[in-house]
């Protein structure tokens, strides 16, 4: 049995957030336990509940409080809930603010159920989804290319073999299940390798792994990158 995903939900228009919610809700694995008109009321009720969920879908565009900044709030205070951005923009600039302020998933609004559905899957179960098209503006745009931070050239001493292995399956959006079959190591060993990019690359989450190795052009996309 999958385990229960607990669903935010923050979209100023009540239809579209209703009818959200009706859909999630035929999915046994999904519980919606907030919903918000904005990113104030979103913020408020998250700071009085004792339910915090799992995952946010974050309308971009709100009154009061936007999408972008109101992830800024919550991925300071409540680091572990995972941000999947919702636009009717499909556009290059607010894809590259998002995955820059800590989203591990873009979806526009008009996607299907089932895209939804599998999106939320995706990022309970690897800690991000970015389909084709996502990956491709990642790579692209690298996510401030003039930075000058200190990971601008990349050590290949800086990451063991086997971590730069592990990198490129998280890439292909493996689960730790799926990466430890494949190189014939168990759950708890992804799990500590994978603990330790997060610190040698000084990234926050999986998602932020994947932006890392574009960066640094440890993977592109013609490396036959499987993302389904």
Do not use: W
């Amino acid at each position: 049995m999958k385990p229960i995903i607990k669903i935010a939900i923050a979209d100023d228009e009540e239809l579209f957030r209703q009818g959200m919610i009706f859909i999630l809700s035929k999915e046994i694995n999904f519980k919606i336990v907030l919903q918000a008109e904005n990113g104030q009321e979103l913020i408020d009720k998250l700071h009085n509940t004792e339910t915090i969920p799992d995952i946010i879908l974050m309308d971009l565009n709100m009154p009061k409080l936007n999408g972008v900044e109101t992830t800024k709030v919550i991925k300071k205070k409540y680091g572990t809930i995972k941000i999947i951005a919702l636009s009717s923009y499909y556009s290059k600039p607010f894809i590259i603010n998002m995955i820059h302020i800590g989203a591990v998933a873009y979806l526009a609004k008009n996607s299907s159920p089932k895209e939804v559905i599998n999106t939320i899957n995706d990022v309970c179960s690897k800690g991000f989804y970015y389909d084709n098209n996502v990956m491709k503006i990642i790579q692209e745009n690298l996510i401030n290319p003039t930075s000058t931070s200190k990971r601008s050239v990349f050590d290949s001493k800086h990451l063991t073999k086997r971590e730069i292995e592990i990198l490129k399956l998280i890439c292909k959006q493996l689960t730790t299940q799926e990466i430890g079959e494949k190189l014939f190591i168990s759950h708890r060993t992804v799990e500590g390798h994978r603990n330790n990019l997060l610190l040698k690359t000084d990234t926050k989450n999986t998602a932020g792994l994947v932006v890392f190795a574009f960066q640094q052009k440890i993977v592109k996309l013609d490396d036959e990158l499987s993302l389904n």
